[in-house]
């Protein structure tokens, strides 16, 4: 009979011990045995605690129930990729999560697929990423928000989200198919790292040749054909027609020309909220020292995260985001002269410093046009832009400056290249977003003794944070108004990170299939 028990250890367990301790725990030697989950819990003394599925006699397993010490296991039941019979090939515009993961669902169905990007290659785009955090230069096609891997491929490769969907399973069953490591199976907060996504995404794209798919870069959508809210083919570059009454459109939320050509064809689109701020960076010892404690050198533990949420008294959130322990502050702008940052770290989280986006909520009813989103945003990047001195030189200011509104004559290491800038950040964010986010600060130092620092940096804007826009769809993940377009992922407005996308394009996907089973 299988049940799930839990036991908790200390950090410097071994995990191959772990049969032996389930042993002591079952009162009978266990021998069959997975990991259901792994989580770090630091609030006093750091330890692990696992969830085990474990195999055992059923004797052994009621007397356990019937004590409290384990409770009986339910399996889950799988996705079932039906398979289906069909010469049409599907075009997807985009290579994120969103668009990878439909086109492996599909192929996974026996539907070829055809992927457009507007982007390069993982090795050409990381060259371009290079140049612009080593010299300013932005190739507007090919950064840390365009190519091969979307945005997601520099970030942490974080897997932690808040939807509940049975598609995570198969998703996270693809990424250990393509090289991640089998613990982000189980691990509470799961990550892979830039260094180790790049291999991954590889891997995934010789498979996806491999199964007679193309994959074409430089190649930018720039126009849809619809006749009676009907699909009927697009446009790349302006001149190359691809006719087709079936597109994916997973293009990012970076995209901005997609909703402009969108709204110009008729497509319909509506007003949605998003979150915008600054980067903060402390040293990574000394967050490794809030969260862990001055014993965590004995555990040998680092790449401390946090998460902190505030409730202003305006009503905004004010929350941190995609927090990058042992990580780097990078550029994630795509036009030039605008400024926008975001984080990423490597596998091992072992850099000198830690960051988190530190965000406040922006809701549709801040503004009264479809664009207004977007405007705010560009508005706030082309003033941090002006703050860092151009040449992507981004603003900077010491948390403890911020709050006593001052201008550094210094500034801290910081991660972000190709230079800081000593700026005043009460200056640049509006006093809605600004006076919040203050108090949010305020309040963060008191629950984190020392996150109040000169030694932090404030480093912005952080603006692409979600989509300001959604593209309206029914249920079965078509446009309410333009029949065979698919608006997947976070450029769709239905998602928000790596997880979210993929599982949206995995059930995109699903959806497709069923209209090509009627064909």
């Known amino acids: 009979m299988k049940v799930i028990v839990e036991l908790s250890v200390t950090p410097d367990f071994k995990e191959e011990e772990l049969s032996k301790e389930l042993s002591l725990l079952c009162g009978c030697t266990i021998t069959s045995y997975s990991i259901l989950r792994k989580s770090l819990d630091a609030r006093k003394i750091p330890v692990y605690r696992y ?22 296991y339910k399996e889950e039941e799988p996705v079932i990729i039906p398979k289906v019979k069909t010469s049409k090939r599907v075009p997807i515009v985009g290579c994120g999560p969103a668009g990878l993961f439909c086109a492996l669902t599909l192929i996974e169905a026996g539907v070829a697929v055809d992927i457009y990007e507007r982007g390069k290659t993982l090795a050409q785009r990381h060259r371009d990423v290079a140049m612009l955090r080593e010299k300013g230069i932005l190739d507007a096609n090919s950064n840390v928000v365009f190519g091969e891997g ?22 996270y069953d693809f990424l250990v198919n393509f090289g991640a490591p089998s613990s982000i199976v189980y691990e509470a907060k799961p990550h892979i790292g830039t260094d180790r996504l790049i291999g991954i995404i590889e891997n995934i794209r010789k498979y996806l040749i491999q199964k007679d798919c193309t994959i074409q870069f430089g190649k930018k959508l720039t126009d849809l054909r619809i006749h009676n809210d009907t699909l009927q083919g697009c446009y790349f570059n302006n001149t190359e027609e691809i006719v087709t009454d079936i ?45 862990y404690g001055k014993g965590k050198d004995g555990y040998d533990l680092h790449g401390a995260e946090y998460q902190l949420t505030f409730k202003d008294i305006t009503g905004r959130g004010v929350y941190s985001f995609c927090m990058c322990p042992g990580g780097f502050v990078i550029n994630s702008s ?55 001195g151009g040449g992507f030189g981004a603003p900077a ?14 500034l801290p290491v910081c991660t972000y290249k190709p230079k800081v800038v000593a700026s005043n950040f009460n200056e640049i964010l509006p006093d809605f977003i600004r006076e919040p986010l203050h108090r949010a600060i305020v309040h963060f130092g008191l629950k984190m003794k020392g996150f109040i620092t000169g030694e932090g940096i404030l480093v912005g804007v952080e603006t692409r944070t ?54």
């Not at 997609?258 to 967050?287: C, D, N, S, T, W």
């Not at 984080?343 to 988190?356: C, F, H, L």
């Not at 922006?362 to 703050?387: M, R, T, W």
């Open 247 to 291: 597109l994916v459109l997973a293009t990012g939320h970076s995209a901005r020309d997609v909703y402009q050509m969108l709204h110009a064809r008729g497509v319909a689109l509506q007003k949605k909220g998003f979150a915008v701020g600054v980067r903060v960076e402390h040293p990574r010892v000394l967050i490794d020292e809030i969260q």
């Open 150 to 171: 979307g945005a997601g491929t520099y970030s942490d490769g974080k897997l932690t989200t808040r939807i509940d969907k049975k598609e995570i399973k198969l998703f």
């Open 397 to 410: 200011q010491r948390i403890t400056s911020f709050l006593q509104n001052s201008v550094d004559s210094s």
């Open 466 to 519: 979600s989509s300001p826009i959604r593209i309206i769809r029914d249920e079965n993940f078509q446009s309410i108004n333009c029949k065979g377009l698919f608006p997947v992922g976070e450029g769709a407005g239905y998602a928000g990170g790596i997880v979210s996308s993929a599982v949206d394009g995995i059930r995109a996907a699903q959806k497709i299939l069923t209209v090509l089973e009627r064909v």
């Open 51 to 72: 969830r085990c599925c474990v195999d055992i006699p059923h004797h052994v397993a009621t007397t356990l129930i019937s004590r409290g010490k384990a409770t009986a």
């Open 334 to 388: 795509s036009q030039e002269e605008r400024l926008c940052v975001n984080g990423m770290s490597y596998s091992k989280r072992d850099g000198t410093s830690s960051n988190a986006a530190l965000v406040v909520t922006v809701s549709q009813d801040d503004f009264k046009d479809i664009f207004d989103g977007i405007n705010f945003q560009i508005l706030l990047e082309e003033k941090a832009y002006q703050a860092g």
